[in-house]
């Protein structure tokens, strides 16, 4: 019987406890790892209480509606959580190197590591990173004032937050589980995983699930519904493509992943027999719903990727995109087939060999558009007059490691060889390949490049040329590795091993972690550096890099209403053909007044709600848990009676700002991309004739 | 009002502002229906393949009554009937009373469609037939225990807009979220089809 009021939460569920017990290197670990979670919460508050900054951070951030705050929000958040999952990669390789026959972290350990670090990964990184940059980028390259629902924006952000708050509690209240990214039954049921750790995956993926699911309608609609005049399907920029193409597939993919959490819940607290070894259940069906998500979800998050590696090979090479109607088709293509091939995951568990052959030969299929899309942005470079800027840097990179990464998802796509290697680090170095270079190396090229556009000012781009280099450098000495272990069969997820030769190549994986960390720190050193010299780096007209598309015709940073007057679009490229053929930067012919959604705290309200139900729910303290929901409930129908959503912003004021803007720009002396890179650059583009 | 009667509900003059402004929401409403119908596809699809997963336990022919189901079907049709009943009134004439008056009946039908669900439910499970029993009882009282779950969403969600129109009218806000509970209460509807043919007749099959 566990407690009425408390659960079963009680005081020796933290890791300080453990180690005050049992004082080993482990439990040092654990009790550290919670700590720098609680002193990193401590220092945050205590810098927003000694600068004043709570008030200006609820009225300016946490609270408003508007898409390009919301976008950087997650992308802070998804920083956040990205900081501490490269952390626990290089924990996990530390440990690998002491592994021989043991090591310093106990299995147990080590499993909820690579736990959490794919949780994290997946749902808490890459998912918030590329929900993050479409907010963003979208309403912009679309001419929109913002996204079609934007409380529901802000409520899709509160969600995400909650699940991966929960996922940073699990640090110190109590543990994660121990189920892989993935949490297979029967081994995640109550039988053989009682305690909370299992619960928590549950209710945080559960959780920022269906905030996910939200925004793929939000984006969805947004891109359908919300297009300036003249901006055809066929006139979007790629960006834009490959984010309705997401939208539609989040849509699609993040419900089997609810099904089948909420059935675990199910079989957990309620003694279901979904997917138990007894009275009926069929553990295989989990897998079966499962990947029904999971194989798509690779393509929602890099997807957008491709999208920005369009964006800067056009614009980086001052050229038209080659292919553009092939690479929408491709985009599509991809999108389609992504959903056929989900039981890839599961060739060895008996489906028999004419099933497998199907799912084989639908993998291989994808190659094509993806091979299609290559040669695309192969193309556009091709002859054009290529700045290798840090963008440009990270597509190199892509570009190499990709390809490589791609030819061995192809023969992990073949029955018979994945027999040979499925579950061996061969996998694990298969999926870091496509999905560091696809979709880690294509946020940062987008981050590079859309930074301006959200601050104002361009990164350093001596630091940041080197942190790209470091990503490189390190990811090659880090992963690629592991393919040779795989072959020579080292399993993965494995706490140790016992075969010698394996220890000097953990030495080498080693030194690729170290790399990585120092990536890692030079990027940060980047964001510091540049932002204390923002005057030198200052580009507020906000065309830095001779842009194409619609968002770079606005300021930087972009007024809370995008655009002064509606924009309308003849051709794709708009700002390209408008700089070299007619005048840009002209006052709109009619001023209009518009509507802004005021500020409101739903998202925080309902985030937060659904957070502490979550953690509720993992301690069975069913009445906080009861009580939360009722205030989410209560929270929803209370907005339906608001009636005071919006606020006008008059023509006469948008009129006067757009004017103030153009003498901006008149008195801004333009660059050519020769000095692109100086302080002379305040983003005021000299166009070269498009090609 | 009535000579600017055209195809949809009206919101307003024809092709107006609110009726830009319901276009949006409409839209998002239908992807969330699509989305909601990929969960209930694989709640079906595993019925589907839990079915023969009996595990010892009572199975469809001891468990179900085709007479209740019966009834309850008849009674979920004639509330999708009594809602379209709402939309029209909504639409020829913008009848405050008459919107109130039918949104009462199709909650009562509802309600009563609810009633025999939940007695059904506790009779099976007075035979045993409970979900902790078998992978198919399992399956069983996920996929038609959601769809009552959604339909006890659907009550609250008609008193919500009770409560909109007693507080307001049939503004353009209110008559755009009759829309979209129209949409859904059909759409539960739909669903209960499903589960009648796939359930109900081909459990018993
Ligand atoms: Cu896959």
Redesign the interface.
């Known amino acids: 019987m566990s407690d009425p009021v408390f659960g079963r939460l009680d005081w020796r569920v933290t890791p300080f406890d453990d180690f005050w017990r049992n004082p080993t290197a482990n439990e040092a670990v654990a009790s550290g790892a919670a700590l720098v979670v609680i002193l990193g919460a401590v220092a945050v508050a205590w810098f927003l209480t000694s600068r004043r900054l709570w008030r200006p951070l609820w009225r300016d951030w946490l609270t408003s509606a508007d898409h390009k705050k919301i976008g950087i929000m997650y992308v802070v958040l998804a920083g956040v959580m990205f900081l501490r999952a490269v952390a626990e990669g290089f924990v996990m390789r530390t440990h690998q190197v002491t592994a021989l026959d043991g090591g310093f972290l106990s299995p147990d350990h080590f499993a909820q590591l690579f736990s959490t670090h794919g949780t994290i990964m997946i749902f808490f990184v890459a998912t918030p990173l590329i929900t993050g940059l479409i907010n963003f980028v979208v309403p912009l390259q679309i001419g929109a004032r913002d996204m079609?629902?934007p409380v529901m924006n802000q409520v899709s952000l509160g969600l995400t937050a909650a699940g991966a708050g929960l996922v940073m509690i699990s640090l110190v209240v109590g543990q994660f589980g121990t189920g892989g990214w993935t949490m297979y039954p029967p081994y995640t049921g109550a039988t053989f995983s009682p305690g909370p750790g299992v619960d928590y995956w549950i209710w945080a993926i559960g959780i920022s699930g269906i905030g996910s699911?939200l925004s793929?309608?939000?984006f969805?609609?947004t891109i359908?519904?919300?297009r300036a005049p003249g901006v055809r399907f066929l006139r979007m920029p790629m960006f834009t493509w490959t984010a309705l193409t997401t939208a539609i597939m989040m849509?699609?993919a993040?419900?089997?992943l609810?099904?089948s959490n909420?059935?675990l819940a199910?079989?957990r607290y309620?003694?279901?027999?979904?997917f138990t070894n007894?009275?009926?259940?069929?553990m295989m069906?989990y897998a079966n719903?499962f990947w029904?998500f999971g194989h798509p979800e690779v393509y929602i998050v890099v997807l957008p990727a491709y999208g920005v590696f369009s964006e800067i090979s056009s614009t980086f090479a001052a050229k038209r995109l080659y292919g553009y109607n092939s690479l929408v088709i491709a985009t599509l293509a991809i999108a389609v087939i992504s959903f056929c091939v989900w039981l890839h995951h599961f060739f060895t568990m008996g489906q028999g060999a004419s099933v497998n052959a199907a799912f084989g030969i639908a993998t291989m299929i994808i190659a094509v558009p993806t091979g299609v899309k290559v040669y695309d942005w192969l193309a556009t470079l091709y002859e054009g007059r290529i700045r290798m800027s840090v963008p440009i840097i990270y597509l190199t990179g892509f570009f190499i490691l990709f390809v490589f990464g791609g030819l061995t998802g192809v023969i992990l796509a073949n029955p018979t060889l994945d027999y040979q290697v499925h579950n061996s680090q061969f996998l694990v170095a298969h999926f870091h390949n496509v999905l560091i270079p696809g979709t880690l190396f294509g946020v940062f090229a987008g981050i590079h490049y859309w930074f301006p556009k959200a601050f104002g000012f361009r990164l350093d781009e001596r630091l940041a040329r080197r942190a790209a280099y470091l990503w490189f450098a390190g990811f090659c000495l880090a992963f690629l590795p592991l393919y040779w272990l795989g072959l020579m069969g080292m399993p993965r997820r494995a706490a140790s091993y016992e075969n010698a030769a394996f220890e000097s190549v953990m030495w080498l994986t080693f030194a690729g972690a170290v790399i990585v960390l120092a990536a890692l720190g030079t990027m940060i050193w980047t964001f510091v550096a540049s932002a204390r010299n923002r005057a030198a780096l200052a580009c507020p007209i906000g065309d830095p890099w001779d842009g194409r598309s619609l968002e770079w015709a606005t300021a930087a940073p972009a007024p809370e209403w995008n655009f002064a007057a509606t924009p309308e679009v003849e051709a794709l490229d708009p700002f390209t053909i408008e700089k070299a053929e007619g005048e840009p930067y002209q006052p709109a012919e009619c001023y209009e007044d518009i509507e802004v959604p005021r500020n409101t705290a739903m998202g925080v309200v309902i985030g937060g709600l659904t957070g502490v139900m979550g953690f509720a729910l993992v301690w069975w303290m069913w009445w906080l848990a009861a009580l939360a929901l009722a205030g989410v409930?209560a929270a929803i129908?209370a907005r339906?009676?608001v009636?005071d959503t919006h606020q006008r912003i008059g023509a006469d004021e948008l009129r006067q700002a757009h004017r103030d803007f153009l003498d901006r720009v008149a008195a801004t002396e333009p660059v050519n991309r020769d000095l692109e890179m100086t302080s002379r650059n305040r983003g005021r583009a000299d166009p070269e004739a498009p090609a | 009002m009535s000579e600017n009667v055209h195809p949809g509900i009206n919101l307003g003059a024809s092709h107006g502002e609110a009726h830009h402004g319901s276009?949006?929401?409409a839209?998002?409403f239908w992807?969330?229906l699509?989305?909601?119908l990929?969960?209930f596809g694989?709640?079906f699809a595993?019925y589907v393949?839990?079915r023969p997963?009996?595990?010892g336990?009572p199975g469809p022919s001891e468990l179900y009554d085709l007479k209740s189901i019966a009834k309850q079907t008849g009674l979920l049709l004639a509330s999708s009937f009594t809602f379209g009943l709402v939309s029209l009134s909504m639409k020829y004439g913008s009848r405050t009373g008459a919107v109130a008056f039918w949104l009462v009946i199709t909650a009562a039908l509802g309600t009563g469609f609810l009633y025999l669900e939940i007695k059904d439910f506790a009779r099976m499970a007075g035979d045993g037939g409970i979900?902790?029993?078998?992978?198919?009882?399992?399956?069983l009282?996920?996929l038609v225990g959601l769809h009552g779950l959604h339909l006890v969403a659907g009550l609250?969600w008609i008193g919500?807009m009770l409560?909109?129109i007693t507080?307001?009218g049939l503004s353009d806000?209110v008559k755009s979220?009759l829309l979209l509970l129209g949409l859904y209460w059909h759409f539960l509807d739909l669903i209960w089809i499903g589960i009648f043919s796939v359930v109900f007749l081909g459990g018993m099959a």
């Open positions: 079609a629902f699911t793929g309608i939000n969805a609609v359908y519904k919300m849509v699609y993040f419900p089997p609810t099904v909420a059935m199910l079989d309620l003694d279901f027999h979904f007894d009275l009926g259940g069929n069906h719903i029904m409930v129908v339906a009676f009636t | 276009e949006r929401t839209f998002g992807i969330f699509m989305s909601d990929v969960i694989i709640l595993t393949v839990m997963n009996l595990a336990g979900p902790q029993r078998s992978g198919f009882l399992s399956s009282w996920a609250a919500v409560a909109l507080a307001r806000a979220r």
